[in-house]
């Protein structure tokens, strides 16, 4: 499953990156809400918790839903401002209508599809419907849908000074060690965007994004199935020292495009692909498969040996053994008339891990 994002626009207006304050406040929101996705993180949430205002944090609780399970479009700006200040100005410009419909997509759904075809500021069943899913969050959900569905100008300041809130509690003092090395980020992905194009742009943002062969497509490897329509409106990177290891996609009807990217760590991991990952747990999922890999996990082995260890025939053995290399758990090295098979232990250690990071992409 990919998500696919049109830039047949001009090229000047592909795509582009910048540094985005309320972007990666938005990540450490998401860190404090769900620590669970961020080890590396899970120290700073602990002390950043324990020094909230007990108001703050009850206002964090209440407005959670927005950066939570998904982000808010309008917190992952696509043209990003120098300053948090400049960038709450411009969410404060946009319509009701688009601000609450974003606000329930993150509140109420997991997905970024939309919740009815019209507003439920103005359609009562879309209003129902938008108040049905966020019961199923429980009450604060539920309170907090009902309260924006209300009174959307009320909750849209209250949200902004709950934000400005926590500039001052704490993340002022994270940007100011965030902000030189997400600018370095920017500067050297754009230099390399002019220098050498979008493709080599793109694989040095992260292994699970690519261009597709035509040129006129980004391609990114996530759970979601989805396409943009060609609008020329480009595409806008925003790095995050936060955001590990998630990578967040703004693709919504009237909404520009925004990929918002752990910026680069010493020797970082390749990201294993979704595909790779299926392959490897269709692999170990075949229980005569799983016979063979304990046997190899004990040392290299033939196909007759195999075969022999488990009462098989030699093609049968060499079915699934072919099933394994493809997907990389094995390699094999001939040995005279032979050839033996090892097991990728490494590969195969690591694919918990792959797994989860493919999820959590």
Not at 263 to 290: G, I, K, W, Y
């Amino acid at each position: 499953m990919t998500l696919r994002i049109d830039i047949s626009g001009p090229p000047s207006q592909r795509l582009w990156f910048a540094a985005s304050p309320l972007a990666e406040l938005t990540a450490m929101l998401h860190v404090l809400a769900e620590p669970g996705h961020h080890q590396r993180r899970a120290g700073w949430a602990a002390d950043t918790w324990a020094e909230l205002r007990p108001e703050l944090a009850e206002r964090l609780r209440e407005a959670e839903f927005l950066w939570r399970s998904s982000q808010a479009d309008f917190l992952i700006p696509a043209r990003p401002r120098p300053t948090l200040a400049e960038e709450l100005d411009d969410v404060d410009r946009i319509d009701d209508e688009a601000y609450v419909t974003a606000a329930l997509v993150a509140t109420c759904s997991s997905s970024r599809v939309p919740l009815a075809r019209s507003s439920p500021l103005t359609d009562a069943t879309a209003r129902e419907r938008a108040l049905y899913l966020a019961q199923a969050g429980g009450a604060r959900q539920e309170a907090f849908a009902e309260r924006l569905l209300a009174d959307p100008k009320v909750v849209r300041a209250w949200v902004r000074e709950t934000l400005e809130q926590c500039a001052e509690a704490f993340f002022d003092a994270a940007w100011a060690g965030a902000a030189a090395r997400l600018a370095t980020d920017v500067r050297l992905k754009n230099d390399l965007l002019k220098r050498q194009g979008i493709g080599p742009a793109l694989a040095s943002v992260s292994g699970a994004i690519t261009l597709a062969p035509g040129g006129d497509r980004i391609v990114i490897d996530k759970l979601q199935d989805r396409a943009t329509a060609p609008d020329g409106s480009g595409v806008t990177f925003i790095p995050s020292v936060f955001v590990r290891p998630h990578l967040v996609v703004v693709q919504a009807p009237g909404w520009q495009p925004v990929v918002q990217y752990p910026v680069a760590e010493p020797s970082p991991s390749e990201p294993v692909s979704l595909e790779t990952v299926t392959a490897r747990l269709d692999a170990v999922a075949h229980p005569l498969r799983l016979r063979l890999l304990r046997t190899l996990a004990r040392g290299p082995h033939t196909t007759g040996e195999l075969a022999h260890a488990w009462e098989l025939t030699p093609p049968e053995v060499s079915r699934h053994l072919a099933v394994l290399r493809r997907s990389g758990l094995l390699t094999a090295r001939r040995d005279g008339r032979y050839v033996r098979y090892t097991l990728n232990v490494p590969d195969l250690t690591a694919l918990g891990t792959d797994l989860l990071a493919a999820v959590l992409r």
